[in-house]
């Protein structure tokens, strides 16, 4: 061979050598913008978890769970096992990119599940497949009791997510709300809580006593609601764990309701009504101080903190018609911050203080809707007979609510819905179910 042509031969090899492993490098590492609409699913794997000892079929339902986590955020789409060229048999064993490649994958998710008794450990690698590298570097490691084995996957897929999004993650949290049961005209209610997605619902009430508006603390460790056990609507506050509560405040002659906590979990804001006459007041709950905070003729209720607890915002129909109002944390006169056309209601500050979502009813409907904290840029995401009752996920990015449908037979559901607008989706539950409040990501 000619050296001129021994020269090109070479060249083109280390050409070919280079085109070879183009794709590992063409890429930045994988990120999705959860801020636009319109986003294409993040194609991704997550092979059946290894069992590393005594997990048998927790592995291969531990690894479902992350992936459905993943799935129903709308950002992410799997492939199907059965599209996979490579098995992972060994959570320590090499990684062929370019099988995973091969198969579009964008993201590779591998983990590990052992069993000790009533002790689960799991082990798990995120890669950017494009780039041959671990997304998180080195291998991350959660353990819990086997009773609490889907924690364990809600935690895999809150580091996935987050990585990914550059978001705080929120799979690892739980919903408290009121499970209906009965005709429509004679409902029995009971509060119950359950993980985000419907699954381990846990009832702490009887339906002895109608109870609406249930709300976490900051904690995530007790619970603010209305009991009608009285007769009369008063709020009461419940210990999660021990399944204790106690009535917050019972003035004679009042009623109280829509409460809520505020951010370092001391003070209570709520409705109270006395002679007709609705108005906000907040109370401390070790000290049982109670200060008034609006004083109008008109019905102001449904407070809720800003996240640095310096604001308020609640609902007050002193215009006329129910609209949403800011004021100080310490009381005052307020500030108007809707401005559209319609009712407003139900306000509820975004944990991220950025946003406040509401409900509102307009032109025969009822919407979830979002706006900027000084009324400006407000979007409605949903439309429905009836959607009212927004409650924000821990990392400020979905918000969940009641919808009910019409007619003599209308049930109520719970929904979610990111705050783009996509996503819109049923929550399962067990029966007709209203009042959703998240709980903070869980300890």
């Known amino acids: 061979m000619r050296p001129a042509i021994r020269i090109l031969s070479a060249v083109l090899a280390m050409a070919l050598a280079a085109l070879s492993v183009a794709p590992a490098l063409a890429q930045d ?38 992936i459905s986590d993943l799935v129903g955020t709308g950002l ?3 492939i199907p096992e059965d599209a996979h060229i490579s098995r992972v048999s060994s959570f320590d064993g090499g990684v062929a990119f370019e099988d995973w490649r091969a198969v579009n994958a964008r993201v590779l998710i591998t983990g590990a599940v052992s069993v000790a008794g009533d002790r689960i450990t799991v082990k798990f690698r995120a890669y950017d497949v494009v780039n041959g590298t671990a997304i998180e570097g080195a291998a991350l490691q959660f353990a819990g009791t086997t009773a609490g084995w889907r924690r364990m996957a809600h935690k895999v897929a809150d580091v996935v997510y987050s990585k990914i999004t550059g978001e705080g993650g929120y799979f690892d949290s739980r919903v408290v709300f009121v499970s209906e049961s009965g005709p429509k005209n004679a409902r029995a209610k009971r ?11 846990q009832y702490l009430t009887d339906s002895a006593a109608i109870v609406l508006a249930p709300r976490f603390s900051p904690a995530g460790d007790r619970i603010l609601y209305t009991s009608y056990e009285s007769g009369f609507p008063r709020i009461t506050l419940m210990d999660v764990g021990s399944l204790e509560r106690r009535a917050l405040d019972e003035q004679p002659g009042t009623m109280t309701f829509a409460p809520r906590f505020s951010p370092d979990g001391s003070t209570v804001v709520f409705s109270l009504e006395r002679g007709g ?17 609006t004083n109008a003729p008109s019905i102001e209720t449904a407070p809720s903190f800003s996240p640095d607890g310096s604001q308020i915002v609640f609902e007050s129909d002193r215009s006329g018609q129910p609209q949403i109002y800011v004021m100080p944390a310490s009381g005052g006169e307020g500030r108007r911050v809707s401005g559209g056309e319609g009712r407003y209601g139900t306000p509820v500050w975004s944990p991220r203080g950025d946003l406040i979502a509401f409900t509102k009813q307009n032109a025969g409907r009822f919407h979830i809707g979002v706006m900027r904290t000084d009324g400006s840029e407000e979007r409605l995401l949903t439309a429905s007979f009836l959607d009212e009752g927004p409650t924000w996920s821990p990392n400020g990015r979905v918000i969940m609510f009641t919808r009910e449908t019409s007619g003599a037979g209308g049930q109520a559901t719970l929904w979610s819905v990111d705050i783009s607008g996509r996503n819109l989706k049923q929550i399962p539950t067990e029966g007709p179910a209203s009042d959703p409040a998240w709980s903070p990501l869980l300890p």
Do not use: C, K
């Not at 913008?33 to 059946?48: C, E, H, L, N, W």
């Not at 290894?50 to 291969?60: I, L």
């Not at 509060?191 to 619902?201: E, I, K, Q, T």
């Not at 007041?281 to 000290?287: C, G, M, P, T, V």
């Open 277 to 293: 006459n609705s108005d906000i007041y907040a109370l401390n709950i070790r000290s049982g101080a109670l200060s008034q905070l």
């Open 29 to 66: 590492p994988p990120r999705i913008d959860i801020t636009i609409g319109v986003i294409d699913p993040m194609p991704f794997a997550a092979p059946v978890f290894v069992d590393e000892g005594g997990a048998g079929d927790m592995a291969r339902n531990l690894s479902r769970v992350v």
């Open 76 to 78: 992410f789409g799997e």
């Open 191 to 201: 509060l119950a809580v359950m993980d985000y997605d419907g699954a381990n619902v």
